[in-house]
């Protein structure tokens, strides 16, 4: 009984109660949720989610984690009679003298109040609802991604509309998992991340919500589980597969199907690709960059080509960088470029390294990198590093002083397919670089596209005033060449100079300008 006072004292709480393995209240102390009211009394020997009105999917989540310090506080509502409910919040820690029982605190917020009085969290849309699984699927115990098709909607107006969708707001919260994981994602279409242990039939509860108003509705659900142990990233990927799907113009006539398939897809693909980067299955093609004024090539830019993947490597990327496997790509790719540097007959050659901005979201790349290149610091003026915007960097900061210490040691850092992207812009203003890479679709069309130049000649202007090389890719015409030159950028990159190869050819093929009919494969 100490122990137990000594952690009603500890949460600063109202109530206390113990929840065995099962999920039952094995001892309860302190006040009920009504005035008088002894929760020991109240609430003994019976599962505690029997009295909860909303929170239970966040609640049992809790209790599956075993919280090791006492865990943040859980909103939930209590059950008061039949049509009355008071707001708290709930909080779960384990007490060393009572282990392996969960202990939960339990603050009431307010007075009691009527049910109808009860706002219900609206439903988040597309994005939102994939920001919050995110947030939901790691640690969880089990859960379900339900879609519900609800017809007869686009018939209502006013104030029945009103109405009938507000009761659908509260039939899918209080399913959802943590009372907030449900969104519509098209007109008719609807999804919801429940714990898989929720049998209820969410279709009839809509459909007996709308006739509580009045309306007819017809609904139908698809429901697919989540594995337990599903590694969090390849769940969330396969999810947005199939959300986005129901977008489509023609959607997805079953997106339970659509999930499931993506989910294994994606299983699959990534273990492909953690095998690839392993084994360094995978090879480095090399492109010029050459210096317009001189037609003298400066360096090459190392792209990985994947001989498996028909359709090129922008879609490996995207997975890896999803997944968070894109740093070991980085570093393996970064491995072969030194490795082709330091080979016989190499000289003084200069690459350029792609990194994902996901592989500076900490210290390890750029250590990695730093110990590579320990045994010769005159290598590292011979690389140079261009941070890709295909993942965003999500510490700006913190990866300016990381490109800090690239820049210490002589290795040169370079902002990629600059203009591409509306991070570009907050790249060069907050990142300390020494090049910027102009995006191709900028420079591709220069003879014809005026509004094009004229936004190029700005970039150029500006990096000129922060003293930065610019670059230019996608070069395919002389045309073109002159027009860079005249604007005043420094080198160019394109099949006009030459096309990624196995090998760096340091003396440029006289070779007549040629158009690109499609997507080079390469990582670049």
Known sequence: MTARLLGLAFASADALVEIDAKGSVAFALGAGPSPGQDVGALWTGKPLLDFLHEGAGAVETLLATKPGGRSPATQILIRVGTDRVRRASLRAFILPQLAPAISCSISYEGPAIALADVETPPLSDAEGFLAQAACIVEGAPGLSLAFLDIRGLECLGGEVADKVYRRIEATLQSAAAQGSSAAQITPERFAVLRPSGDTRDLAAEIVEAGRAEGVD????????????????????????????????????????????????????????????????????????????????????????????????????????????????????????????????????????????????????????????????????????????????????????????????????????????????????????????????????????????????????????????????????????????????????????????????????????????????????
């Not at 017809?218 to 199939?242: H, N, Q, Y």
């Not at 010769?376 to 011979?382: N, Q, V």
């Not at 090049?435 to 936004?455: F, H, M, N, Q, Y």
């Open 217 to 524: 509705l017809g609904a139908e659900s698809f429901v697919s589980s989540v594995p337990k142990g599903a590694d969090t990233l390849c769940v969330l990927r396969a999810m947005r597969f199939a959300i986005e799907g129901c977008l489509k113009d023609d959607g997805l006539a079953n997106p339970q199907v659509a999930f499931s398939d993506s989910l294994k897809r994606t299983f699959r693909d990534a273990e492909a690709f953690r095998s690839v980067v392993k084994s360094r299955e995978f090879q480095v093609h090399y492109q010029p960059i050459v210096h317009l004024a001189s037609r003298s090539v400066h360096h090459f830019e190392a792209l990985a080509r994947f001989n498996s993947n028909n359709n090129g490597p922008a879609n490996a990327i995207r997975m890896a960088e999803e997944l968070d496997l894109i740093e070991s790509f980085d570093l393996a790719v970064a491995e072969k470029v030194l490795k082709r540097m330091r080979a016989p007959g190499a000289g003084l050659l200069k690459m350029a390294i792609n990194v994902s901005g996901s592989s500076l979201g900490d210290d390890t790349y750029v250590e990695q990198l730093l110990h590579m290149t320990a045994g010769s610091p005159a290598e590292r003026k011979r690389l140079i590093v261009e941070v890709t915007e295909t993942s965003a960097l999500a510490d700006i900061e913190a990866a300016n002083r990381r490109l800090a210490a690239l820049r210490e040691t002589g290795i040169k850092v370079c902002i990629d397919d600059f203009g591409s992207g509306a991070a570009s812009y907050d790249y060069l203003r907050k990142l300390t670089v020494d090049a910027v890479k102009i995006d191709g679709s900028l420079v591709r069309d220069l003879e014809t596209d005026e509004l094009g130049r004229d936004l190029l000649r700005n970039i150029v202007e500006l990096c000129r005033s922060m003293k930065l090389e610019t670059i230019a890719e996608m070069i395919e015409t002389e045309g073109v060449v002159t027009e860079l030159k005249a604007l005043g950028v420094e080198y160019g990159q394109g099949w006009l100079f030459g096309r990624a190869e196995a090998e760096p050819r340091t003396q440029l093929a006289s070779a007549a300008p040629v158009r690109r009919r499609g997507a080079v494969e390469a990582w670049g």
